[in-house]
């Protein structure tokens, strides 16, 4: 995130990872990682690679369409408000690994999703015409423009991260970084916070978050987001 204030500026990233007890896990949307390597009980390599899509499509649409009602039906939590409200003074961005748009219903408004958004769908030959879905379903008989079928508008496993040089230049620049709700094992998204500055201020919050070796200026918070955000968010505020 980049945070402006008075005639100083400063640069605030945050660094939202969809994994373990992450921001959108506590509005009750699971990751894969929440059960050792499934998601809701598929195994990832059936449901989010290229090679899946390819075997498989009907099973990967059906399963996306499960995915994107659960999202229609979730609501944002209070790591998402909090972190929302932190625009009334600072100029924010959010960069995430999650799928969902619960930080654009909390109020962010410059969210950055390294690994694409569910609630949309691609060409799954031209990867540029990118759709809004209407409602939570993708049919089979979908198509692009162009002709060719609509898939959904994720990253999968194995395919590359389109916005990842975008994301390194937010966080080569910040001044502020906070890594939220991570394993910090899934790559490349997990590399981020290596390219953070050595005079940033860095805040590291998940329950099981570990110190990590190197990083100057690191605070580990071993909190759930939805504790730990609304408190550093009104920590921040009051250091104004």
């Known amino acids: 995130m980049y945070i402006l204030k008075g005639g100083t500026e400063y640069h605030h990233f945050c660094k939202i990872r969809n994994a373990g007890s992450g921001v959108s896990a506590e509005s009750g949307i699971r990751t894969f990682r929440d059960s050792n390597g499934l998601w809701e009980e598929y195994d990832i390599e059936e449901v989010a690679t290229p090679q899946a899509w390819a075997r498989n499509p009907s099973l990967v649409q059906r399963f996306y369409n499960e995915r994107r009602k659960q999202v229609l039906e979730a609501k944002p939590n209070a790591a998402h408000l909090a972190l929302a409200q932190l625009q009334n003074n600072f100029d924010v ?13 909390a109020g962010s408004s410059n969210v950055i999703h390294l690994h694409g958004e569910i609630l949309k769908s691609r060409s799954s030959r031209f990867p540029d015409l990118i759709y809004d879905i209407d409602g939570y379903e993708l049919s089979m008989d979908s198509v692009c423009e162009k002709g060719f079928p609509l898939r959904p508008h994720i990253v999968w496993f194995g395919e590359s991260v389109p916005l990842m040089e975008a994301a390194i230049n937010e966080v080569s ?10 394993s910090l094992e ?21 329950p099981e978050a570990k110190a990590l070796s190197g990083l100057k200026n690191l605070t580990v918070i071993k909190e759930k987001a939805g504790f730990a955000i609304p408190a550093l968010v009104n920590q921040l505020n009051s250091e104004l």
Do not use: C, F, M, W
């Not at 490349?188 to 290596?194: F, K, R």
């Open 93 to 105: 961005i959010v960069i995430t690994q999650n799928v969902d748009d619960l930080h654009e219903r």
């Open 173 to 182: 620049a910040a001044d502020i970084l906070i890594v939220v709700g991570t």
């Open 186 to 206: 899934v790559y490349p998204a997990a590399s981020l916070i290596n390219y953070a500055s050595n005079k940033s201020i860095k805040y590291l919050i998940d």
